[in-house]
Nanobody, 124 residues
Framework: QVQLVESGGGSVQAGGSLRLSCAAS????????MGWFRQAPGKEREFVAA????????YYADSVKGRFTISRDNAKNTVYLQMNSLKAEDTAVYHC?????????????????WGQGTQVTVSS
């Protein structure tokens, strides 16, 4: 049974930082590309960042480029999202996702497994 469990969300003031983690189990983690997506109230889920199976290729949404960093530790079956210089518009539920193809994708449809999400709230 595949499980992706996010943690590290919370409330922070604008300009602050948070580090999200996503722990995976029930799959060969090192074979999967991983992505982070977010969904704000009343909006569609959108791409944030993705990383290839080996961590050599990363993609970012323009809205977070230069502020967020995705990384992974295959020995710990965990992917991270370091979020700096947070803005009120970053407020959303953040989900991690796993893509068996191993190549990072910006498309929700390419991901095979999803976590339940962790809430990030940024106050201005």
């Amino acid at each position: 049974q595949v499980q992706l469990v996010e943690s590290g969300g919370g409330s922070v003031q604008a300009g602050g930082s948070l580090r999200l983690s996503c722990a995976a189990s029930g799959l060969t983690f090192s074979s999967y590309a991983m992505g982070w997506f977010r969904q704000a109230p009343g909006k569609e889920r959108e791409f944030v960042a993705a990383i290839s199976w080996a961590g050599r290729i990363t993609y970012y949404a323009d809205s977070v480029k230069g502020r967020f960093t995705i990384s992974r530790d295959n020995a710990k079956n965990t992917v991270y999202l370091q979020m700096n210089s947070l803005k009120a518009e970053d407020t959303a539920v953040y989900h991690c996702a796993a893509d068996l193809l191993g190549r990072p994708s910006v498309s929700l449809e390419d991901y095979d497994y999803w976590g339940q999400g962790t809430q990030v709230t940024v106050s201005s």
